[in-house]
């Protein structure tokens, strides 16, 4: 009785699903349940070997880690992931050479890494998808989110972005063990 009881829960596990819209490059669909909102994905569309650099969104299902937020530009947001504010000095590091290579590092930083603290507000609310991270591996790619969408409509690095708000209402359905699963 106690292994249905698991296999149950994990069966309930929470799943949101992204597809390409036909025809559009660079957007998408990310659905749950009956809901579902627009996304933005990367300028390289969507690989199954992603690679550091290429722009693509990776192929796959990857769990959603940890959301960071700017607590200077908005409330903690709603949701039962791990939340952590972010910090002036975050960055990300995405030199595939470094030791800490895709890991959370403080700037300044000796190799290179991407500033979370933006002046743009993309970066306001960060959701970190467990790809490439266990086990890391080297020029596979790194800092791949789910982030606020640019308001001009432009595409992402490789990312899933959406609308402000549309990205808070997300967050409120997801919990610990959610998995986002980007499909062709």
């Given at each position: ?127 970190v998808l467990g790809y490439n991270d266990l086990p890391r591996i080297r020029g596979r790619g790194s800092a791949i ?24 209402d997300v967050l409120k359905r997801c919990r610990a063990g959610t998995v986002i699963r980007i499909s062709p």
């Amino acid at each position: 009785m106690g292994t249905r009881h698991k296999d149950s829960k994990r069966r309930e596990r929470t799943v949101l699903e992204v597809r390409p819209r036909p025809g559009a490059r660079n957007r998408g669909v990310l659905r749950f349940g009956d809901r579902h909102w627009s996304c933005v994905l990367g300028h390289g569309t969507l690989a199954a070997m992603k690679r550091e650099g290429d722009g693509a969104t990776p192929l796959g299902t990857w769990e959603l880690r940890e959301v960071l937020y700017r607590p200077d530009r908005m409330t903690r947001p709603a949701t039962g992931l791990p939340v952590a504010p972010l910090q002036p000095s975050h960055g990300w590091c995405d030199d595939p050479a470094d030791r800490h290579y895709n890991r959370l590092v403080h700037l300044p930083y000796p190799a290179r890494a991407e500033r979370l603290w933006r002046e743009d507000h993309l970066y306001d609310l960060i959701v970190v998808l467990g790809y490439n991270d266990l086990p890391r591996i080297r020029g596979r790619g790194s800092a791949i989110f789910m982030h606020i969408a640019d308001p001009d409509g432009g595409h992402t690095e490789g990312c899933v972005a959406l609308a402000p708000g549309d990205l808070r209402d997300v967050l409120k359905r997801c919990r610990a063990g959610t998995v986002i699963r980007i499909s062709p």
